[in-house]
């Protein structure tokens, strides 16, 4: 019986770019773990092709292959041909979200738990309270292993940002200051007038580091500037498949920042910096708003593309190693510029983590909606960091952070510290 093929919804071209020569393979954590055809990335474009063509339905089997991938996007740095599996991704999910009928607890958990909690800061905060405290009362063991794997991931030293903010069409001068952000001197004469994007889990789980992202940039001579209309970059949309909702994040901040006339735009996420700089694309059909996205992501730089290594400080003591969070290594193809800051810090102390491009399971919000996987991934991060025999792991985005964190606690190796790259020069 033959299937009605569907509206198109992949960019032919783009997909047959891919001519199968399998050198992706090896840089597919899924593949790496299954050795299953159809969670490599030349088996999901297959996929992706027949359900277009008409030649396979949109089934249960189908829509596992796809949901399983992380988005890590590791295939695109080790394709010969240029393939740009990240857009045939979100493609192909939002096809799937808009055709295909999930159960009730998966559509609540995409639909409203991710969509419309995690990326609203007070809905947020709320959200976790239940889970502080069930964790004050040390029930955690009462709860079916989803929900204590998901409260793993809440760290418990958590506190909320407070920010600076410039009123609209005050001067670079008049920083409104905060009770609990100082706003320092520029250390020295100031470079460049940037805006600095919060975040949603940075803003909440994460204040700290966003506190100290703003000091880095102020001591290395920039004007930050935090506009209090921002919100989520829509990252969390994207790669669920709900592409207008992150059409409308992208235009909502794009509206929010260019009214600032900045040099650049600073984040400190890996996984919202790479949605971020890709606005162009995801706006690229939209004629008024198409050249102004192309101009933001223009301006987008990760905190570690903008921090120069300072003089020598005094080496750490401690054994020191880097995990490549994969939004930054590879959708952003920024891997040396945080290891340079991080050795001019500790000098010999650095060791290379194994397999520290390989995604650690947390993929924004994988490890919510595919807990087996996303544990089986982190125990083999877990494992590597164990190798390397590194006392401190350095990253560069928050669910790196939570999902390691809560695989060395399982393995008895939360004497380990990990930490975000703010957090670690600021310090030193």
Not at 50 to 77: F, K, N, T, Y
Request: net charge neutral.
């Amino acid at each position: 019986m033959s299937i009605a093929a569907p509206e198109p919804f992949l960019d032919e071209k783009k997909a047959l770019a891919c001519v199968h020569c399998g050198l992706c393979l090896s840089s597919c954590p899924t593949y790496l773990e299954t050795g299953n055809e159809n969670d490599s990335p030349r088996g999901r474009i297959y996929l992706m092709r027949a359900i277009q063509d008409g030649r396979s339905p949109l089934s249960e089997d189908a829509v596992r292959h796809i949901d399983l991938c992380l988005g890590c996007r590791a295939c695109e740095v080790a394709c010969p041909s240029g393939v740009q599996y990240g857009e045939l991704l979100e493609s192909t999910r939002e096809h799937i979200e808009q055709h295909y009928r999930r159960s009730l607890f998966q559509t609540w958990l995409r639909r409203v738990a991710i969509e419309k909690v995690i990326p609203f800061p007070v809905r947020m905060k709320f959200a976790l309270l239940p889970a502080r405290v069930i964790r004050a009362l040390g029930a955690e063991g009462l709860l079916p292993k989803f929900a204590q794997e998901a409260l793993s991931l809440i760290p418990a030293n958590a506190r909320e940002g407070a920010w600076p903010e410039f009123a609209p069409g005050a001067p670079a001068s008049s920083t409104a200051r905060s009770p609990t952000l100082a706003v320092l001197e520029a250390g020295a004469p100031l470079k460049n007038r940037v805006g600095f994007i919060r975040g949603c889990v940075m803003n909440v789980l994460f204040g700290a580091t966003n506190e100290a992202s703003v000091q880095l940039l102020h001591e290395a001579g920039y004007d930050v500037i935090t506009p209090s209309q921002q919100g989520c970059c829509g990252a969390l949309h994207a790669h669920g498949g709900n592409l207008e909702e992150a059409r409308a994040c992208a235009r909502r901040n794009i509206e929010a920042f260019e009214k600032q006339h900045l040099d650049a735009i600073i984040i400190n996420a890996a996984g919202c910096g790479s949605t971020l700089k890709e606005y162009g694309h995801l706006l690229r059909d939209d004629p008024v708003w198409a050249q102004r996205a192309v101009a933001f992501g223009a301006k987008v730089k990760d905190l570690t593309e903008v921090l120069m290594v300072s003089k020598a400080q005094s080496p750490s003591s401690k054994v020191v190693t880097y995990h490549d969070a994969c939004h930054l290594c590879h959708a952003q193809r920024i891997s040396k510029q945080p290891r340079d800051l991080i050795k001019a810090g500790v000098g010999k102390n650095f060791v290379e983590l194994p397999e520290s491009e390989v995604c650690c399971g947390s993929a924004g919000s994988y490890n919510l909606t595919e807990p087996e996987m996303a544990e089986r991934l982190q125990r083999r991060k877990v494992e590597n960091i164990l190798k390397s025999g590194a006392q401190v792991v350095v990253t560069t985005n928050p669910g790196c952070i939570l999902q390691i964190q809560a695989g060395l606690k399982k393995a008895g190796a939360d004497q380990i510290e990990v930490i975000h790259i703010a957090d670690f020069l600021a310090q030193g």
